[in-house]
């Protein structure tokens, strides 16, 4: 007879709004038994046990989540629908105070993913699990100036919610349980394993602008195999988020300024019809279709059977700068209606995304040993495709009879593609009452491809808005790694436990590492928790990082062909500056806990943490020659010319290689970050003959800087450059919020649930390109708050509405004088006369682009600018 593992949840202190709706799974076999329960996702509180056990965090034996001896948060599913959020990584925004993630204002390519972080440590530093498994990273690499510029990340946003039991966030360096990525903490999520009911959801929204419409019907439903032996439960979903748009008003000054029009005659005209130059920016339209299923068959007491798979298909359509008659003078008849008049154009951005994982190994038993072997594929693979645009160049070329093929305004411009496999090996053993071993192995195999777009499209200076990528630059890549840990947890008194673990990784194409990791806690009392961990970690350079390329080639009479662009890695052009190999992030982490539960419906956790990563891998700016030989006048101009690049070594280097100007990526940098953690959580308490529950959980970033100078190669040093410029750094450090509070209230009475939650995002900071060096654009704390209302309409119906950022709170920013240069410009009331502008009008207008991102800047904000939005569902139970 098969043992039933007891239903296990909790609501405690790993986070604001711990919903612990997990099963305990007593041991490594066997563990189908479990989800005998119906849906865990359905729990109201009262059903909510006080033991959650949680897999994240060790690689041992299972603990409870009191146990633990580092930070854990637990998400549960019903928690997550609460937030109201289209997508996962939304909802974790609003319910993990250290995980930030915002759409960027800019979007193309960049609309497929929105970056994310935990501890404001960029989306390269957090590792993604499914069901304790890696899930594959995203093909793209952002390389617009938005946080978590030069980095990629998984796609968590690609995971229907309605397959979760809930998700475990690990708040802790654990490259020595996991590998490589897992720096600032890692993302378990574990997918619902009932074996019987099941759910139908409808959801729809709306911003307060009556656009962003979204609408969405999902299926989730258990299945028993072979009786009590195992289970099948899948999920199927399919959405769709219309576009919102928030322009600004554009200024005429700027805009004759930057596109040497006359402001009169061709620039004031247009705005008069035009006020926001026909831009287009906010949020863009999306439509996705996810699959997925988590399965597990018993084949006998000591042996199971697991898999689990997911798909995702989605769409995004995006707008470029509409490009103005004054900016672009002409579409060639090609876009405009022969006959009407010709007003500009707007290219599109079609971004297609195919995301996709599947797992299956087994769990048994060899003697006293526990065993789990094994296999995961998955990949990502994002297409680009260009709209309503027009190849000037090529249009040109053809008018001029260069070529006998005209522009087309349709263009493919390519893709990226990237896939693993990943073979798994685990051991664990109690070897007495006290003692738990534990090893294992991991081989991995990636591949990265850059995929070629039509001729078109990169032909010249490429399709307006978007070049496509050239073959030069299209080529595959791949590597593998094998990695071999082993460590234990002792229980050296029922108050005291360590658990100690070592990891070595050897990598095809750069080296191996050796990291490990120690933690500990201590009970003081029944009510006091003491807990610290030290450990080191590594971040192996992405295939992305090492081979991406996007360089232009282009042919000058008398100098041949000349490079500029981003050039990778290992290219010629990155030797020819010097540019050394990628080489392993490695880093240092501690933290220090203290947890105090006075009582059963009360507890507080505190967490410091302190992570120093060393050779922190950077997208540079673009390096450029000193000498500019327009800058040469008079009739020594070409001597002069001369002798300045004999004089300049990087200019040398850079003719050689016939280098106009050139980015790469470069190990730049130490980093130091440092914070707090805190959790408070209040429970049970009476009120109105219901009960109320009340949360508060913070982030507060206490040090997030460069630590030394940066790692310039010397042949750039020599030139007085440098890889790393204000912008980048800025984006890296300042981008995300200083502080992030979260303070919620729950109250349950008989069928009815209202919940009021107030997220305070924290100052951010910018150094927009291009601005004055002696300011800075600031945005300041802002206040979130959303409520939600969910009632019971049947025991098996039930109706949810939220308002989120019900006070309709958008992003505003002003400028920081850093100096007293910076001081004066913002004093001065001087106009210009050539521009008719203030220092301070001018500055603005170049941060957000003449006004068309009043709202966020270029560089984006620290939360969405959308506004209210209203959100419902309807959710039936069978």
């Known amino acids: 007879m098969k043992k039933n593992f007891p239903f296990a949840a909790l609501l405690l202190s790993a986070s604001p709004y711990v919903l612990a709706q997990a099963q305990a799974e007593a041991s490594a076999v066997a563990p189908a038994a479990a989800a005998q329960t119906a849906a865990a996702a359905d729990a109201t509180p009262d059903d909510i046990q006080k033991v959650v056990i949680v897999s994240t965090g060790s690689r041992g034996a299972q603990r409870t989540l009191v146990d633990t001896p580092v930070p854990i948060d637990i998400i549960g599913a ?482 041949g062909i000349l490079v500029s662009g981003l050039v990778n890695n290992v290219s010629t052009a990155a030797s020819a500056l010097q540019v050394p190999k990628l080489k392993a992030e490695k880093s240092n982490n501690i933290t220090l806990g203290l947890g105090f539960k006075p009582d059963n419906n009360t507890s507080i956790t505190i967490d410091y943490y302190n992570i120093k990563v060393k050779d922190r891998i950077v997208l540079s700016t673009e390096i450029k020659p000193i000498c500019n030989r327009d800058d040469f006048t008079g009739p020594t101009a070409d001597a002069d010319y001369d002798a300045c690049v004999a004089a300049s070594p990087l200019d040398q280097q850079l003719g050689k290689a016939n280098i106009v100007s050139a980015s790469f990526f470069v190990n730049a940098l130490t980093s130091r970050t440092e914070g707090i953690d805190y959790v408070a959580s209040r429970k049970n308490i009476p009120f109105a003959d219901g009960k109320v529950t009340l949360n508060l959980s913070g982030n507060v970033s206490l040090k997030n800087e460069r630590d030394g100078a940066v790692n310039n190669p010397g042949l750039i040093a020599s030139a007085n450059q440098s890889v790393l410029n204000a912008t980048t750094e800025a984006l890296m450090f300042t981008s995300r919020p200083k502080f992030k509070t979260i303070l919620g209230a729950d109250w349950d009475y008989k069928k009815l649930n209202l919940s009021l939650n107030n997220t305070v995002f924290g100052p951010t900071h910018f150094r927009n390109a291009g601005m004055d060096d002696n300011l800075e654009v600031a945005f300041k704390s802002k206040v979130v708050t959303d409520f939600a209302v969910t009632y019971a309409l049947t025991p098996s119906t039930t109706l949810s509405f939220n308002i989120n950022n019900m006070l309709n709170t958008t992003p505003s920013w002003h400028f920081n004088a850093r100096n007293a240069k910076g001081q004066a410009i913002l004093d001065s009331k001087v106009v210009d006369p050539a521009s008719g502008m203030t220092p301070v009008e001018a500055q603005s207008n170049l941060v957000t682009f003449n006004g068309r991102y009043s709202m966020v800047t270029y560089d984006g904000s620290q939360f969405s600018q959308l506004g209210r939005t209203f959100a419902a569902s309807l959710n039936y139970r069978f």
């Open 78 to 559: 019903r928690d997550l629908g609460k937030t109201g959020q289209a997508t996962l990584d939304k909802s974790l925004q609003f319910r993990v105070p250290s995980f930030n993630t915002v759409q960027t204002p800019v979007n193309d390519a960049t609309s497929l993913l929105d970056p994310y972080e935990i501890r404001n440590m960029g989306p390269s530093r957090v590792l993604i699990l499914v069901n304790g498994k890696r899930k594959n990273s995203s093909a793209l690499i952002y390389t617009q100036t938005s946080p978590g510029r030069g980095e990629s990340g998984a796609d968590i946003s690609a995971i229907p919610v309605d397959a979760i039991k809930r998700i475990e966030v690990l708040r802790d360096g654990a490259s020595a349980q996991y590998g490589s990525d897992a720096i600032a903490g890692v993302v378990n999520i574990i997918l619902k394993d009932n074996a019987e009911g099941g759910s139908v959801t409808a959801r729809g929204g709306i911003t307060h602008e009556s656009d962003g419409k979204m609408g969405g019907l999902s299926l989730n439903q258990g299945l028993p195999l072979g009786g009590d032996r195992g289970f099948f439960n899948y999920t199927l979903d399919v959405s769709k988020v219309g576009l919102s748009n928030r322009p600004g008003k554009v200024d005429g000054r700027g805009e004759a300024s930057d596109f040497g029009a006359d402001l009169n005659s061709q620039v004031l005209p247009f705005l008069a019809t035009h006020p926001d130059a026909g831009n287009i920016n906010g949020s863009p339209e999306t439509r996705s279709a996810k699959a997925e299923f988590n399965t597990r068959f018993d084949l006998s007491d000591t042996t199971s059977l697991y898999a689990n798979a997911a798909y995702v298909n989605k769409k995004v359509n995006s707008f470029a700068n509409y490009r103005t008659p004054y900016w672009r003078p002409t579409d060639y008849g090609l876009l405009h209606p022969a006959g009407s008049t010709y007003v500009g154009y707007v290219p599109t951005f079609v971004g297609t995304l195919d995301d996709y994982n599947a797992t299956g190994g087994s769990k048994f038993l060899v003697g006293d040993w526990n065993a789990d072997v094994s296999l995961t594929y998955g990949g990502n693979k994002q297409g680009y495709a260009v709209g309503n645009s027009v190849n000037r160049g090529m249009q040109e070329d053809y008018l001029n009879h260069v070529i006998t093929t005209p522009s087309p305004t349709s263009f493919d411009a390519g893709g990226v593609k990237f896939s693993h496999w990943v073979l798994n090996g685990d051991i664990s053993k109690q070897l007495n009452q006290d003692v738990n071993f534990y090893a294992g192995t991991e081989l991995r195999h990636e591949n990265y491809e850059t995929i070629a777009g039509d001729a078109a499209s990169y032909y010249g200076s490429g399709a307006d808005s978007y070049a496509g990528n050239a073959p030069v630059n299209s080529f595959g890549s791949s590597r593998s790694n094998y990695g071999a840990y082993a460590g234990a947890t002792w229980d050296i008194s029922p108050a005291f436990l360590i658990d100690a673990t070592g990891r070595y990784e050897k990598y095809t194409d750069f080296g191996s590492a050796f990291v490990w990791k120690t933690s500990t806690r201590y009970k003081l009392s029944e009510q006091v928790t003491l807990r610290a961990s030290a450990s080191t970690g590594f971040r192996a350079p992405s295939l992305a990082q090492i081979y991406t390329q996007k360089a232009q080639y282009s042919f000058v009479p008398g100098k």
